[in-house]
């Protein structure tokens, strides 16, 4: 995050040093939003974690106008609210500050902090949805998800389901911690036993509660958010020839490509030559093969 000032003025007689403050998002991620389409009911606080401090001349400072108080790092901490979505390199609205400075006072320094909603940038970005020869689908079929924002997720908390034609199975809440730092992977699947899920090195094991059918069917990973779920992303297929090969899985070609439709030009089979486990074509928990930059 980057705050900056836009301009600022003090007035002598009443005491009170003005500036017109923006908040600037450096991050991949959208902020002010759980999703990237939400605005987030808090919005963007930027809040003062230490002072205003006088470091030269004599008296107090203090923050005229703020938004609210609020616990933060400590009690009453003062803020200003940005209700914004600000997506990478936006900048806000400039809003108003004022402080309370008595012409006294030489200097003074305060440290900002921010809280806000951070939107989730996870990717599904390799699928394995027809393990084939002597694994079954019961046990060797298993998903992978790319983190592309700035900041590492847990997963713990987010839900995860499929939708064959008989229509959204029910959600399936990932019940342990699973940290997927910026830029790297996470594998879900059936089970975490490499002697009977085909080799797949998979971080956490759903169970019965997602079967990827070999025809048609859609993946999805959401955030449980208030009394609502918010989808962070879904992939779809309807070409069982194309996505439901046996033993080969379905790769993206790069995180930040449309990853909608699992048939499409965007995907692509993982390599003859990228092979997991006894026979498996795949890459989990890895670039992938089909990787285009």
Same mark, same amino acid.
């Given at each position: 995050? @980057?705050?900056?000032?836009?301009?600022?003025?003090?007035?002598?007689?009443?005491?009170?040093?003005?500036?017109?403050?923006?908040?600037?998002?450096?991050? =991949?991620?959208?902020?002010?939003?759980?999703?990237?389409?939400?605005?987030?009911?808090?919005?963007?606080?930027?809040?003062?974690? *230490?002072?205003?401090?006088? !470091?030269?001349?004599?008296?107090?400072?203090?923050? $005229?106008?703020?938004?609210?108080?609020?616990?933060?790092?400590?009690?009453? !901490?003062? #803020?200003?609210?940005?209700?914004?979505?600000?997506?990478?390199?936006?900048?806000?609205?400039?809003?108003?500050? =004022?402080?309370?400075?008595?012409?006294?006072?030489?200097?003074?320094?305060?440290?900002? &902090?921010? @809280? *806000?909603?951070? =939107?989730?940038?996870?990717?599904?970005?390799?699928?394995?949805?027809?393990?084939?020869?002597?694994?079954?689908?019961?046990?060797?079929?298993?998903?992978?998800?790319?983190?592309?924002?700035?900041?590492?997720?847990?997963? !713990?908390?987010?839900?995860?389901?499929?939708?064959?034609?008989? /229509?959204?199975?029910? #959600?399936?809440?990932? $019940?342990?911690?699973?940290?997927?730092?910026?830029?790297?992977?996470?594998?879900?699947?059936?089970?975490?036993? *490499?002697?009977?899920?085909?080799?797949?090195?998979?971080?956490?094991?759903? /169970?019965?509660?997602?079967?990827? $059918?070999?025809?048609?069917?859609? &993946?999805?990973?959401?955030?449980?958010? /208030? *009394?609502?779920?918010?989808?962070?992303?879904?992939?779809?297929?309807?070409?069982?020839?194309?996505?439901? @090969?046996?033993?080969?899985?379905?790769?993206?070609?790069?995180?930040?490509?449309?990853?909608?439709?699992?048939?499409?030009?965007?995907?692509?089979?993982?390599?003859?030559?990228?092979? #997991?486990?006894?026979?498996?074509?795949?890459?989990?928990?890895? !670039?992938?093969?089909?990787?285009?930059?």
């Amino acid at each position: 995050m @980057q705050i900056t000032s836009v301009g600022g003025s003090y007035d002598s007689s009443a005491e009170v040093l003005t500036a017109n403050v923006t908040v600037k998002n450096l991050m =991949q991620e959208a902020i002010g939003t759980p999703d990237g389409t939400m605005t987030a009911p808090n919005g963007i606080r930027v809040f003062f974690s *230490t002072g205003p401090t006088v !470091q030269t001349g004599a008296g107090s400072v203090s923050v $005229a106008n703020p938004d609210g108080y609020a616990f933060f790092t400590a009690a009453d !901490q003062p #803020y200003f609210t940005y209700s914004e979505i600000l997506d990478k390199n936006e900048v806000s609205a400039a809003k108003t500050w =004022q402080f309370d400075v008595p012409t006294t006072v030489g200097t003074f320094t305060f440290t900002l &902090l921010v @809280q *806000t909603e951070v =939107q989730y940038l996870l990717v599904i970005n390799e699928v394995l949805t027809n393990p084939g020869g002597a694994i079954s689908d019961v046990n060797g079929e298993w998903f992978e998800i790319y983190n592309a924002g700035t900041l590492g997720v847990d997963l !713990q908390g987010l839900v995860i389901a499929d939708s064959a034609a008989s /229509g959204r199975r029910p #959600y399936h809440v990932i $019940a342990s911690s699973i940290n997927v730092p910026s830029g790297g992977y996470a594998v879900l699947g059936a089970v975490v036993d *490499t002697v009977i899920n085909g080799g797949a090195d998979v971080d956490y094991a759903y /169970g019965s509660a997602l079967a990827l $059918a070999n025809s048609v069917d859609a &993946l999805k990973i959401s955030r449980v958010y /208030g *009394t609502d779920t918010l989808t962070l992303d879904r992939v779809s297929y309807l070409n069982a020839a194309v996505s439901a @090969q046996n033993g080969i899985s379905r790769e993206l070609k790069n995180p930040a490509l449309d990853n909608a439709n699992m048939d499409g030009s965007n995907w692509a089979d993982a390599s003859a030559t990228a092979v #997991y486990g006894a026979a498996g074509r795949g890459t989990p928990r890895a !670039q992938n093969s089909a990787y285009v930059p």
